[in-house]
């Protein structure tokens, strides 16, 4: 496990990845889950579609927090914890869905 400091805002904010474990290792709740009800955000809130929140349960940050996130089970209650997203260390397709694409810059010679 490695910890990563995301800049705040935008980049971590648009991250819509497929990473669906907390740091914990604990594994997401989908954002549509019933156990998610009381909660303000999850996927029946106003704008979830635009926060990337929906019938899934990847890691999000439509709360503008440090990194993206996700809402686990832990004794039997409902928490948050902050998923171990990297940041891209190169190009191609794979790292697309798994890192903070968004944050890498990618030279074309075209």
């Not at 971590?12 to 989908?30: D, E, I, P």
């Not at 899934?56 to 998923?83: A, G, M």
Request: aromatic share 10%; glycine share 6%; proline share 3%.
């Amino acid at each position: 496990m490695s910890e990563h400091t995301f800049p705040r805002g935008e980049d971590s904010v648009s991250y819509r990845g497929r990473v669906n474990q907390a740091v914990n290792g604990k594994t997401c709740l989908h954002w549509n889950s019933h156990l998610l009800l009381d909660h303000s955000i999850n996927a029946f809130m106003e704008d979830a579609a635009s926060y990337g929140i929906g019938e899934h349960n990847f890691c999000r940050n439509p709360d503008e927090d440090e990194k993206p996130w996700c809402y686990i089970r832990k004794n039997h209650k409902v928490e948050w914890d902050f998923c171990d997203v990297s940041l891209c260390s190169g190009t191609g397709k794979e790292l697309e869905v798994n890192c903070l694409a968004v944050v890498c810059m990618v030279q074309s010679s075209r």
